[in-house]
């Protein structure tokens, strides 16, 4: 275990052994250090811990709360591992070329493991609310995770999110993007869950297939058919979901390092935003 303060935050590295996973996980936790009401303090859990690093977040999350332009926000960093492709899969199973086959011992370790950790070693009862996070395919296991946990999540943040993750190859001739991307077919085949909140980011410089040929990347296209599937669901747009497209914005982190913030107000504006 590492702590350091660093421009208003502290910053704890714990290395946290897993069970279900099989091996020791690392998580950065950014804590504020100026929180009068403890009961006030929300949860956000980060898929790809690591870019967070990268991006030099501590720096941004302690502006972001120095100025009160959002409110108390314990963060928790959590690193992927060397079987990534795997452990950031979906709980009902793999996709067609058998990716993530861990899916669901990933969440069993969010849920079952991690969270109990946060409890206890910060001594918070409970918190304001939790929300979980995540670029690429650490953003469909976020989505996944806080779909299939509604009584647990109530925000997700989805930055260039894997969600053409399919059970079928594209390229089959009987393929159908409603039936076969997993994700798109989860949120039709469930429920509205109230309460809920929904956050997209997508870049025009994503990537550059267009399965459908209709002149719009498949990322954006994946995004935008999920939110619809989940206006069909009841949520409503503006209220429920917010989406962000970046006209430069990339694959990439300092993509994401962009587009964070925004996230961040949008889930917990605090009253210096609000001036």
Known sequence: MHTEISTGIIVETVALPSEFLGRTVTVN???PTNISRPEDISLLL????????????DKMISYLSETNQITPLLVAGIHAGDDRLN???MQIGPDFKDRGTRGAAYQRFVIEELLPFIYGHYKITSFKERAFAGFSLGGLS???IVWNHPEVFSKVGVFSGSLWWRSKDKDAKDYNGDKHRMMHRQVREGSYHPGQKFFFQCGLLDEAEDRNKNGVIDSIDDTIDLMRA??????????DMYYLQLP??????PTWAKALPVFLKWGWRGKGEEQ
């Open 29 to 31: 936790f950014y804590l």
């Open 46 to 57: 980060v898929n790809d811990g690591q870019d967070l690093e990268a991006m030099g977040f």
């Open 87 to 89: 452990e950031y899969g």
């Open 142 to 144: 976020a989505m996944d």
């Open 230 to 239: 989940l206006l069909q669901q009841g949520y409503k747009e503006g209220k």
């Open 248 to 253: 430069k914005g990339k694959h990439d982190v």
